[in-house]
């Protein structure tokens, strides 16, 4: 099975700067290091999933985050891209490493100071101490701040007491709780004196050697679940738990030896938010994830849609491929053009969460990458879970068939919709930075606030373009100069579509939430409640832009002429049929009109015509390596003569 | 858990015909007679799911649609309702019994004479004799009419010989085959004196008493699938095996002693689809199923929303319950309205398949049926795994945890988008019938005879309404003296929006269809592939009006004004929530403008907000037993405080 020229420059163009990192993965790692049996029941897959984390974090695969000192690379942007790659083998080995790795490692890492990063990090990059990051309660998920975990300072001893207060306190859902962690990175809220500093994060030793419980804590295991099988979830509570004072992860808030609280920032507010700002690359990693298993799916239903013949036009002899069908290029083909999209537009999000790791602690980068982060994960698992469904429905019974490949990848991405933030409540959050201009804490879901503090007009932030910057100015002004007739594939144009939605989006949104501000009571409740599906829409509006700016970028740095000129045409297909799926609203606006909007769907059907010689192609581009397609077990035959 | 007197108001008028029936499933039948616990193996499910099937097939639960001299009462419709039943506690029970008693009991039944019937059928209703529905093959699944397996009369021995003669004839994916089956319904070739006869159906034992593969007969097993674990799918292989000449079920055509080929049937592509017709119970069980799986799974996760509290209102107080967020009333309520308007349509299609079956066998009359079928299928399964989607993102992470009941369904229903049809094949088919006026044969995939048969002029089928005739008449000549601005709620106005959409894309289909049709070769197949999506587009039209026509009628059959009341808005929420998905069609065909655009959505918001309050009542009327709803695995604390 070897690789199309044309699928290896594909392949190229999409892994961007990540080329060779990725390349590793393809030429090193097997199908039998990464590609689970998914007949395996709940024991059996988290053994596997444990033993291939353990090697894989011993091939310095899954550690490139950590800092130099301790033995990584200091290149977070790297982790991402590794955590994508795993993600195109199994989804639960992915989440392994991303808990023992990027949760409970990135927490000792970025909340921690120098202390913990040498007590703890080695064990925790090796794998020897394995840990959980509890976070989520089962009373609490979305709202961390209303966590009621308690870490009390106990000033006679001189350690803090971890507490569960109430049933609803219960750490629920946390990944390596029911059967493998050793130890828990858990959040509560730090009470020193009687004062409530807020929710802070402490180590806390959670099982013994030999896998027991520890005094006062209590885990328990969620069983079986919708998907991702190798990951032990489960639940832990903690009666009034003793740990020193070390244990504290203090980098921004702790208490000295004589029992004082202390934090380099000082309102409570802004120091809960700079802490899980810090954890951003966790919702950077579960979108890239996502879409990495999404174009595991496709490239198997492009395969599949390439061979699968079905009825015979009467006179005209061979039977029909799949992908030959109009219905069938419409069903997968405008899917891969959002991969890609998605690719370029994952690819430069790293890229921006190295600038501002690398960075001066600029406030205003970091509200931009939290919320543009928030913003991609929200979109990327969604389409990943469209796209997959819509993935395995191509391949008919065949896709149902778990040695196909595609439902168990469904099945785990499943819950990607849900954690490191809803995507509902993500949305509203991307809205909300939106509306203030960066310029509030980012992660507060305070609607009334946004409402109270929306900017009278917004400025520069809506339109203010992420990449590509004179590259796209040209693309405008060619579009411009275009008769009227021309412009339905000329890309200036679709930038000006996208830039509209954007801004008349957000600034409506504005005008409605400064109107419920003026309000009282119940009934600016009311009106800000009415405005939520249009902070849903106009936090779409503002990622479809960025997405497409990020595709011109990726198109732009290819070297390749012929490679290029399938890419425009792959974004020609991502942009028209993102306009296509959003006419309503652009018909609504009179932005155009039903004549133009009816030729809108005419050129995504003439795009998806156009690109169904290249399907295979695409499909290989996508990046995952062929055999890991390939399922391991044989025991039916092959499905296809 | 008593149900309210509004629930249990709306359960009756849903359940409409069917009530009497649907509550003795509810009050004979207990979570452990029908609720499977969703960590079994594949090996331990397939062994609850066998035994369950025998418990109710001795209970005389699920064997409604027998003829009344083997012991069933012949009531089609009730079998259908019943199969809803199951569904609404597990569908790997549901699909066992289906393929026991609907495909394989229904196929001897269906296609078989007295000697069939008196012979097999008693065994199969018992389950004593576990059979299997041996149709798709590796090769071909839509397409039935190119199946590859042969049927060769042996006039020297009086014998049929079956046969796969390709790997590509390898029957595939059949329940029961993998495991439990002793006999198959073998679709094949029927080849007498060498001269091929179209697509029979032979009886073929498969395995011994002890479950040993027959000298001839290789099975295999499909193993792991994305769902439906209890269902042992395999495959089965052919060597020229022998059966004797009665084994053939030969009501549409057979071989008599002195070896002659006999059919009522002259054309054996009429012959084929008539044999085909007869089975037309199986899809109408399938859409019905998927649409009870999404009940329940709506049914938790409306309840969740109703108790789980998330952030709260600055000042406010307490937090929020979830269903009080218009983004959850938005994700959550349309799909109920929709569960509603599905429900009322699928009884009114159980009625009618009653009638058909009961009837003088107008062709018309089984042609319509067929449409209805194919296309209620197509739409119901669709939405039932959106639905169900949502459902558990609604309730985060606890809808991930199999104990919640939404997962495994979801996993279940998933391949109801395939079986019995593919929804893209199936929509096509319903398309057809509606340009050919269910004129043609139905069921055949020929789109260049359609092109070329399509009528000049549409007559009256667009329009026929399938049911409540006068009321829905007058509620149009209401709604045409209403002022424009009252007409957003006015039923009428929807019925007329609902119909112009139909009529205008049949209309518009059928123009395109004909001038495809005077084409010739690849330019004519070009010109057909181009109206695939219109053709999905006039189908999904034609269905939405159907069950808008049944939602009222339905309406005018409750006898209790309150839950009249109640049942007006939920309509009002199915109908615009219908128009507002297909806005952009009704903007691109100037049947409203921006702004009355604009106020439908407003209007569904308003819809949502009213009909919040009867959220849990609506919930309790889709009929699921709350028993049913509480999983028996009760190992970790409760998710909820």
Known sequence: MTLSPTGEGLRRALDGPFHDLKQRWRDEVTADDIVRDTALSVEEAREWTLDRVVRLAHRDLVTAGFPAEVGGTGNVAASVANFEMVAMGDLSLTIKTGVQHGLFGGAITNLGTDYHHRTFLPGAISTELLGCFAMT?????????????????????GEFEVHSPTPSATKAYIGNAARDGRMAAVFGQLIVDGEHQGVHVVLVPIRDEAGADLPGVTTGDHGHKGGLLGIDNGTIRFDHVRVPREMLLDRYGGVDEEGRYHSPIESKNARFFTMLGTLVRGRICVGGGAASAARKALSIAVRYGDRRRQFRSPGLGEEILLLDYLTHQRRLLPHVARAYAYGFAQNELALQLQRVSDGDGDVRDS???????AGMKALLTRWALDSMQEAREACGGAGYMSDNGITMARQDADIFATFEGDNTVLLQLVAKALLLEYKSTWGDMDLRGTAQKTAAMLGQTVLERTTARSVIERLVAV?????????????????QLFEFREKHTVEGLAKRMRAAGKLQGAEQQAAIMACQPHMLEAAKAHVDRVVLEAFIEGIEECEDDYIKAILVKVCDLYALSTVEANRAWFLEHEVFDAKRSKSITATVDDLCGELRPKARELAEGLGVPEEWLKHPREAVPPLLP
């Open 137 to 157: 309660e089962l009373g609490h998920g979305s709202d961390v701040q209303s966590l009621e975990t308690t870490i009390t300072w106990l000033p006679d001893t």
């Open 367 to 373: 509200r931009e990458l939290e919320t543009r982060a």
């Open 479 to 495: 579009a411009d100069r275009k008769p009227e007739s021309e412009r339905i594939r000329a890309r200036g144009w679709h930038v």
